[in-house]
């Protein structure tokens, strides 16, 4: 079955950091690029970052560049966001997703809640 | 960036209508759009790809159409499962992909 998972959220104080990680199974991981999307309470889809098959290529939303990293380990089938200098306005389920053709696979979600 | 846009906001209906949400993009995106369905607490789920094509299992009261800046989503006669929000993304030129703002389906 093809899937993802994330993990890695929780509760963290303005300024902190927080690594989420997204195991990928049942497809080849590495032939593929990945995204994270989040969506805050209450409101729409927000794209945050992709990352292509081979690492060459990463883009960031203007709301996240310079606070957040995206990075995969296509030998562990797993991809990651590591994400620094957190405002409250980061809080929100982040959302891993592969991307062919449109994101066609998504992960169930991981919580991020900003806050003090 | 390209600018998505969705209509209306929110619909209500009933059971066996049948109900069409626009997605307007800011410039042309060829058919490089894609259809999703939300429900509460869960992740998006692909409906409609390219434009047009039925993602797999995907119920066929679901379509969609469209090219350039107009995009139609259509459910043929609605059923109760099909109460979510709907949302599009247009993967033409990225960074950044853009979603619409979404529409809420409800109950009449």
């Known amino acids: 079955e093809v899937q993802l998972v994330e993990s890695g959220g929780g509760l963290v104080q303005p300024g902190g950091s927080l690594r989420l990680s997204c195991a990928a199974s049942g497809f080849t991981f590495s032939s593929y690029s990945m995204n994270w999307v989040r969506q805050a309470p209450g409101k729409g889809l927000e794209w945050v970052s992709y990352i292509s098959s081979s690492s060459s290529t990463i883009y960031y939303a203007d709301s996240v560049k310079g606070r957040f990293t995206i990075s995969r380990d296509n030998a562990k089938n797993s991809l990651y966001l590591q994400m620094n200098s957190l405002r409250d306005e980061d809080t929100a389920v982040y959302y891993c997703a592969r991307l062919y053709g449109e994101f066609d696979i998504w992960g169930q979600g991981t919580m991020v809640t900003v806050s003090s | 960036d390209i600018q998505m846009t969705q209509s209306p906001s929110s619909l209500s209906a009933s059971v066996g209508d049948r109900v069409t949400i626009t997605c307007r993009a800011s410039?042309?995106?060829?058919?490089?759009l894609g259809w999703y369905q939300q429900k509460p607490g869960k992740a998006p789920k692909r409906l409609i790809y390219?434009?047009?094509s039925l993602q797999s299992g995907v119920p066929s009261r679901f379509s969609g159409s469209g090219s350039g800046t107009e995009f139609t989503l259509t459910i043929s006669s609605l059923q109760p499962e099909d109460f979510a929000t709907y949302y599009c993304l247009q993967h033409n030129s990225y960074p950044p992909f853009t979603f619409g703002p979404g529409t809420k389906v409800d109950i009449k």
């Open positions: 390219a434009a047009s």
């Open positions: 410039q042309g995106i060829r058919n490089d």
